[in-house]
């Protein structure tokens, strides 16, 4: 297959850890020519969505970890397989990107994960329509009742709807203290939304990353442990990674969304579960495919490769 792949730029990989990356070594293992591409380099005229894309060959060396062996413009119909891994912000230009990429599916391309179905699953406020395992949250850009929230729950966890690596997540004890500031900062006085979700006590386990790849659940999630003081788990925050089988609650979970999800599109979901509830569904670029692989030897890019190419 000639995979393509839309992502940030190459020479900011971290490939000891980057899920992207891991993909690309086992398309290249099988085989597969890998090609890549960043948004910005996509383009629409007539009936075409084209792309300026890169050839490469993986070297296996730690620091020069690719050569490009060619550089072309093609249509990206012409791809077996055009995987969207940018990571966010979900800006403006991110939702233009979703919107080329249709018009290419509409002439023949296809596209993982589908790009309707990443526009239309808000990594934060997906969780609504999961009602049943979701912890007590509010989304609002009402100053008032982001306040009775807390004064409701008395410790709080608030964060913005677009943020990614724990950005922008704040904990408001029983104190209150700073209440008023964040909810300004975060909300711009009422310009933006807000998420609210009572604290989970058990974050201090780890906010686990449940992967879900073709509507099948990967049997191991990765608990994102937040270290010392700090409130967020996530890696991108200090977080200490640690592999652990599922627990029945996150099979749970995970085996009631996957069928859901793979049927609208997703192939690849990273659901974050703390303790027993689900807080978020990532869609745009889940990651933690290297740390479960490398501590319990289930080889999760395999996993993905082999789902990827049953789905084409």
Avoid at 38 to 50: F, I, L, N, R, S
Avoid at 222 to 240: T, Y
Avoid at 248 to 277: F, H, K, S, T
Wanted: glycine share 8%; proline share 4%.
């Amino acid at each position: 297959m000639q995979i393509l792949f839309i992502a940030d730029p190459l020479d900011q990989f971290k490939i000891y850890k980057d899920t992207t990356f891991s993909m690309m070594r086992e398309g290249a293992r099988r085989g597969h020519r890998i090609f890549a591409c960043e948004p910005h380099e996509m383009a629409w005229q007539g009936a075409t969505v084209d792309a300026r894309v890169k050839e490469i060959r993986l070297t296996g060396d730690a620091h020069t970890w690719y050569e490009v062996v060619d550089t072309r413009v093609a249509a990206l119909a012409e791809f077996d397989a055009v995987l969207m891994r940018k990571d966010p912000p979900f800006d403006m230009e991110y939702i233009n990107a979703t919107w080329l990429l249709e018009i290419a599916e509409r002439a023949g391309a296809r596209v993982f994960n589908k790009p309707s179905a990443i526009r239309d699953h808000s990594e934060k406020l997906a969780i609504a329509e999961f009602g049943q395992f979701v912890a007590p949250t509010l989304v609002t850009r009402d100053a008032v009742r982001l306040r009775a929230f807390h004064a409701e729950h008395g410790d709080v966890i608030y964060k913005p709807l677009d943020g990614m690596g724990g950005t922008g997540v704040f904990r408001i004890g029983p104190d209150g203290r700073n209440l008023g500031s964040v909810i300004e900062m975060l909300g711009e006085n009422g310009a933006r939304s807000v998420m609210a979700q009572r604290f989970i006590p058990d974050i201090k386990l780890g906010d686990k990353r449940v992967l879900v790849i073709g509507g099948k659940v990967v049997p191991h999630s990765l608990a994102r442990i937040p270290q010392g003081n700090e409130v967020r788990g996530n890696l991108a925050a200090g977080g200490l990674g640690e592999a652990r089988d599922l627990s029945a609650r996150d099979r749970q979970i995970a085996e009631a969304l996957a069928p859901v999800l793979w049927q609208r599109g997703l192939l690849l979901v990273g659901l974050d579960v703390i303790g027993d509830y689900l807080t978020e569904v990532n869609v745009t670029s889940p990651t933690c495919f290297q740390e479960i692989t490398d501590q319990t030897g289930f080889d999760v890019p395999k996993m993905f490769i082999d789902a990827l190419e049953l789905a084409v």
